[in-house]
Antibody, heavy 124, light 106 residues
Framework: QVQMQESGPGLVKPSGTLSLTCTVS????????WGWIRQSPQKGLEWIGS???????NYNPSLKSRVTISLETSMNQFSLKLSSVTAADTAVYFC??????????????????WGKGTTVSVSS | DIQMTQSPSALSASVGDRVTITCRAS??????LNWYQQKPGTAPKLLIY???SVQRGVPSRFSGSRSGTYFTLTISSLQPEDFATYYC?????????FGQGTKLEI
């Protein structure tokens, strides 16, 4: 059974870089897509972006200039870096596996395995 | 961007009730719609994908349907463990977006 766990600092200073790692156990990171989602009372659930097993990434345009998501295949991990953070980036950050079904000629994507989430606060 | 609008925002119901939650997409998204359940302090849990496919391990009392740009999550007979917040999410666009959530309360 695949499990995922986020790790990283819980407090980041304004203008700094938020760095989180998601460790995947019970399955290979060489399959599927892998994504980051955050949740705050102000914005609800917000898609940050994803990376596929080939390293191809896809980001939320509103965050694209500040975000990098990358695979670390040898460690079975993937990471999130968000630069120039402000208080608006304070949220619970989740990593998730993006699976798909190929059905009637189309790919249907969904997030079927999630980490427990980690709270990141941006404050001096 | 595709906007997802859920209704109602909150709903009170009793054990054994049949409950329906609606999600409307701002444009045609086909069947690219997923439903999640979230309990306080935990991550969302996938219930339904591709509008009507029930995820393995999810009880059969959960079902999903689509009519145009309107999607419905139905719980046929509420159980105590079903009181939670429910979210829809579209995957038609690579910019995934979520509804604002429907809180189901006792």
């Amino acid at each position: 059974q695949v499990q995922m766990q986020e790790s990283g600092p819980g407090l980041v200073k304004p203008s700094g870089t938020l760095s989180l790692t998601c460790t995947v156990s019970g399955g290979s990171i060489s399959d599927y897509h892998w994504g980051w989602i955050r949740q705050s009372p102000q914005k609800g659930l917000e898609w940050i972006g994803s990376v596929n097993s080939s390293g191809r990434d896809n980001y939320n345009p509103s965050l694209k200039s500040r975000v990098t998501i990358s695979l670390e295949t040898s460690m079975n991990q993937f990471s999130l870096k968000l630069s120039s953070v402000t208080a608006a980036d304070t949220a619970v950050y989740f990593c998730a596996r993006v699976s798909y079904d190929f059905w009637t000629g189309d790919y249907y994507y969904y997030m079927d395995v999630w980490g427990k989430g980690t709270t990141v606060s941006v404050s001096s | 961007d595709i906007q997802m609008t859920q209704s109602p925002s909150a709903l009170s119901a009793s054990v054994g009730d049949r409950v329906t939650i609606t999600c409307r997409a701002s444009q045609n998204i086909g069947n690219y719609l997923n439903w999640y359940q979230q309990k306080p302090g935990t991550a969302p849990k996938l219930l339904i994908y591709a509008a009507s496919s029930v995820q393995r391990g999810v009880p059969s009392r959960f079902s999903g349907s689509r009519s145009g740009t309107y999607f419905t999550l139905t719980i046929s007979s509420l159980q105590p463990e079903d009181f939670a917040t429910y979210y829809c999410q579209q995957s038609f666009s690579t910019l995934y977006s979520f509804g604002q959530g429907t809180k189901l309360e006792i």
